[in-house]
Every structure is written in structure tokens, then in C-alpha cells.
């Protein structure tokens, strides 16, 4: 199966300040990335699909880039509600995976 | 709008049984293909299980394989996730997750999850 490692494993911002995720696959899983937002208790949300794509009602200071086996997410100017734990997901080849996680908190 | 409402999580012994259930409103149920996956406590998310729009293509992870199945009833709107054998690192939140492309083939991309509802595993 296709592993996906995320780092930095946390990641200290103050809001305002530009975040920058990576997710790197243990083989190439072209542009078949997504990448989740989770809140304590509270569902994933899809937040881009395709690499680069933006899910339903993501705003504009969200985007991905990457494909093959190197993808980044960027949040570029970081709001109160974006500080969360943000997971990749391949869907290149079966199984589906995802990364262990990234949590971006308040510094 | 897109709601899926999970249920049927419990408090279980080893060894046990368990059926979840996925009510889904707001979209065509029949179109879509749907997947179960889990989180355990304090813990990443894990894909469990895949089902297809007509229900005759099903997939497992590794990890379940021959104790879990998976099934729905498109006139019911409803999918289920059948446990069998219940391990104590089953214990996890289950979500039933929506894929996001309707026909799509090959695993797939989650695009509206339930609340999730919790399974655990003790004696």
C-alpha cells in the first residue's frame, strides 16, 4: 500500500502568519491527493481534491500544489478557525490512504 | 442539503457484534458510491471499507477483511456496516464518508462525512 508521510507533525503559527504543509508518498500517486481539515470532535471536511483543486465553500487562502510523490498545502494567511489538524489522502491505488497528520496550532 | 447521519455504535465485548447504520438525505443515494472509514481515539483516520452505487462491488482493508461486510439499501437510503469478530483495535469513531465523483472508478476521494458515531471494543 501507498504511504503517505506528513510533516511537520505540529506546526506553532500565530494567526495572519503563512502555513505550509507537505505530504510526501512512498510512490507516485500522480495528482490523486486530498487533503482534510479536522476540528477536535467534529467530521473531516475536504479541503482540496485533485492537488490543487479547492473543495465546496474553501476559501481562496487555501491551495495545493504538488503531484507525483511531493505535494504542499498553503494556508496563506492563517484565521482563527483554520488552526485544526490537516490530513492527505491518496486514491491512487487500493487501499486508500491517509497521512498520520499535521496539527497547526496557536503559537 | 447532504446530511449522513451514522448509528448503532456501542459498547461491545470481544469477540462481539455490531451493525452501523448510514442515513443519507439530500442527494440521489442510488448514484454515489460510499465508504466507511474510522478513527481511534487520539488517532489518524483509517479507510475501512467501499461500496459501489449498485452495491455489487465491495472493498475491505486488510485489517477487517473476512469480519466486516459491507451493504446498502438504495431504497432505503441506507448504508451498513456489518462487524463481526470485534477486536479491542476496533475501537474507533466510524464515519460513512460520501465519495466524491459519481461513477468514478478506483478509490475515492471523501466529500461529505457523517458526525461519526463511536464503536468500542472492552470486556
Known amino acids: 500500500e501507498i504511504v503517505l508521510t506528513q510533516s511537520p507533525a505540529t506546526l506553532s503559527l500565530s494567526p495572519g502568519e503563512r502555513a505550509t504543509l507537505s505530504c510526501r508518498a512512498s510512490?507516485?500517486?500522480?495528482?490523486?491527493l486530498a487533503w482534510y481539515q479536522q476540528k477536535p470532535g467534529q467530521a473531516p471536511r475536504l479541503v482540496i481534491y485533485?492537488?490543487?483543486y479547492r473543495g465546496n465553500d474553501i476559501p481562496d487562502r487555501f491551495s495545493g500544489s504538488g503531484s507525483g510523490t511531493e505535494f504542499t498545502l498553503t494556508i496563506s494567511s492563517l484565521e482563527p478557525e483554520d488552526f485544526a489538524t490537516y490530513y492527505c489522502?491518496?486514491?491512487?491505488?487500493?487501499?486508500?490512504?491517509f497521512g498520520q497528520g499535521t496539527r497547526v496550532e496557536i503559537k | 442539503e447532504v446530511q449522513l447521519v451514522e448509528s448503532g455504535g456501542a459498547l461491545v465485548q470481544p469477540g462481539g457484534s455490531l451493525r452501523l447504520s448510514c442515513a443519507a438525505s439530500?442527494?440521489?443515494?442510488?448514484?454515489?458510491?460510499m465508504n466507511w472509514v474510522r478513527q481511534a481515539p487520539g488517532k489518524g483516520l483509517e479507510w475501512v471499507s467501499y461500496?459501489?452505487?449498485?452495491?455489487?462491488?465491495?472493498n475491505y482493508a486488510d485489517s477487517v477483511k473476512g469480519r466486516f461486510t459491507i451493504s446498502r439499501d438504495n431504497a432505503k437510503n441506507s448504508l451498513y456496516l456489518h462487524m463481526n469478530s470485534l477486536r479491542v483495535d476496533d475501537t474507533a469513531v466510524y464515519y460513512c464518508?460520501?465519495?466524491?465523483?459519481?461513477?468514478?472508478?478506483?478509490?475515492?476521494?471523501?466529500?461529505?462525512w457523517g458526525q461519526g458515531t463511536l464503536v468500542t471494543v472492552s470486556s
Open positions: 439530500g442527494f440521489t443515494f442510488s448514484n454515489y458510491e
Open positions: 510512490q507516485s500517486v500522480s495528482d490523486y
Open positions: 461500496i459501489n452505487s449498485g452495491g455489487n462491488t465491495k
Open positions: 464518508a460520501r465519495a466524491d465523483i459519481v461513477g468514478a472508478t478506483g478509490p475515492d476521494f471523501f466529500d461529505y
Open positions: 485533485d492537488a490543487s
Open positions: 489522502q491518496q486514491r491512487r491505488s487500493w487501499p486508500p490512504t
